[in-house]
């Protein structure tokens, strides 16, 4: 397993890097339970430091059920007392326990919350097992461990894996879920681990925690596991993409599997009703209904244009000098029809308006043989306005939020025209 050790930075998200988890000097004022036994869920504790940073309320414990974030490994949460524990970290030597509120320096009792410890239990030594199979199996290095709130990833050194060996390894990695093969730890000196056969060699001096899974992996790790692989329950590789050269892998690992499976299964009897097909033909029917939604929306482009061009028709300048006003039509239709009114009137110059509750909408246009720059009528129009627009002589457009009405526009409109005559 990779980048599973001693954290490198102190932060509240997950993506971490780091080198080897070495015992840290000033950890040894709290007895780290988890480590004990990854399943100790509670503990009654004793609050010997407090303070307040950045992050809010803090307190530090003599004995701790809570893992700090690191290595990929997101923190517990829980109580302690009353309080609530939102995120644990590692910060200058210290297990900092952040509550939702300031406590003294009693005793207490503390309960983590389970379900998602053991969930960071299943995904993590889901992790070690997979990450050691693209090595073992295709000489790919994990590069990179993240475990988020849905979904769990690794990132591979290369591109190269293909969808049948991406297949096979996760075949191989439920084969040895199944084995129910033992998952240890174990205490050595930087010294021991050195001789060791280590997927990635320690680079920090001091006692080195080393993760074991028999036969298949050993490597220095800071992380919380189950006892067995059988616990893991099973893993499944969702997807994959590209990332900086290498594979982005995404996984799932035992309950987080299941339930994904069941949210599958969930939308294709959803999907199954709403395409009345089986599950064996959904695809056929999704395409079906592609392709007439496809032609649906040409038919119903090709009757909007019909439908511009009759109105276009229906508009008929007076004196050159063509002024309409809509509500909540689009600027596209505007546009749309402007170009049209004015290519059917070429001496007459059209000022179109939507008006939405406070918001204005506008399109000004002339045709070849008609006087004027639109440029200038619409920087006089955006003056009763908080927006922009842009265009060039013969057509512009803009718009924005005013408290005018649409009759001071037109207004503007037609004083901006008396100077070009």
């Known amino acids: 397993m990779y980048f599973c050790n001693s954290t490198k930075r102190n932060s509240v998200n997950n993506r971490i890097n780091v080198t080897a988890f070495s015992k840290e000097r000033r950890f040894d ?8 036994d990854s399943e100790i869920s509670s503990a009654v504790v004793q609050v010997i430091d407090s303070g307040k940073d950045q992050n809010g309320y803090y307190v530090i414990l003599d004995q701790s059920c809570f893992y700090p974030e690191g290595g990929g490994q997101p923190a517990d949460t829980g109580e302690i007392g009353p309080a609530k524990v939102w995120t644990v970290q590692s910060v200058n030597g210290e297990i900092r326990h952040y509550t939702d509120t300031e406590l003294p320096k009693e ?41 988020g709130k849905e979904r769990v990833t690794i990132d591979l050194d290369l591109d190269t894996a293909t969808k049948k ?14 084995q129910a093969l033992p998952i240890s730890t174990s205490w050595v000196t930087s010294e021991k681990a050195n001789t060791l056969n280590l997927r ?31 616990e893991i329950g099973l893993l499944k590789i969702i997807s994959t993409e590209k990332n900086k ?17 069941d949210f599958l299964v969930e939308t ?56 309409e006003i809509f509500e909540n039509r689009s600027i596209k239709e505007l546009q749309q029809l402007a170009r049209l009114v004015i290519t059917q009137h070429s001496a ?34 955006l003056a009763l306005t908080d927006g922009k627009g842009g265009g060039n002589a013969q057509f512009a457009q803009g718009g924005g939020k005013t408290t005018e009405s649409p009759i001071a526009f037109l207004t503007v409109f037609q004083e901006a025209l008396k100077n070009f005559m």
């Open 29 to 36: 004022m709290t007895t780290k339970l988890y480590y004990q």
């Open 107 to 147: 005793r207490f009792s503390a309960q983590l919350d389970e379900q998602r410890r053991w969930d960071h239990m299943q995904q993590h030594a889901g992790q070690h097992l997979l990450s050691a199979l693209f090595e073992d199996t295709l000489g790919l290095k994990t590069q990179s461990f993240h475990l």
């Open 165 to 178: 060996q991406l297949q096979e390894i996760e075949k191989k990695a439920n084969e040895l879920i199944g």
């Open 200 to 230: 990635k060699p320690p680079v920090v001096d001091g006692d080195i925690r080393l993760v074991e899974i028999e036969g298949i992996d050993l490597n220095a790790c800071g992380g919380t596991h189950p006892k067995t692989t059988a």
């Open 245 to 261: 050269g290498g594979m982005r892998v995404y996984f799932l690992c035992g309950n987080r599997a299941m339930q994904y499976f």
């Open 268 to 323: 294709t009897d959803q999907l199954v009703v709403q395409l009345n097909a089986p599950a064996t033909e959904l695809t056929q029917a999704a395409e079906t209904l592609l392709a007439e939604k496809t032609a649906a929306s040409k038919t119903i482009k090709n009757l909007q244009e019909q439908l511009l061009n009759l109105e276009a028709k229906t508009i008929v300048p007076k004196n050159h000098l063509i002024q």
């Open 348 to 381: 007459a110059t059209a000022l179109f308006i939507s008006s939405t509750e406070d918001d204005m909408r506008f399109v000004c246009a002339k045709g070849i043989d008609a006087p004027g720059d639109m440029r200038e009528v619409l920087k006089q129009l």
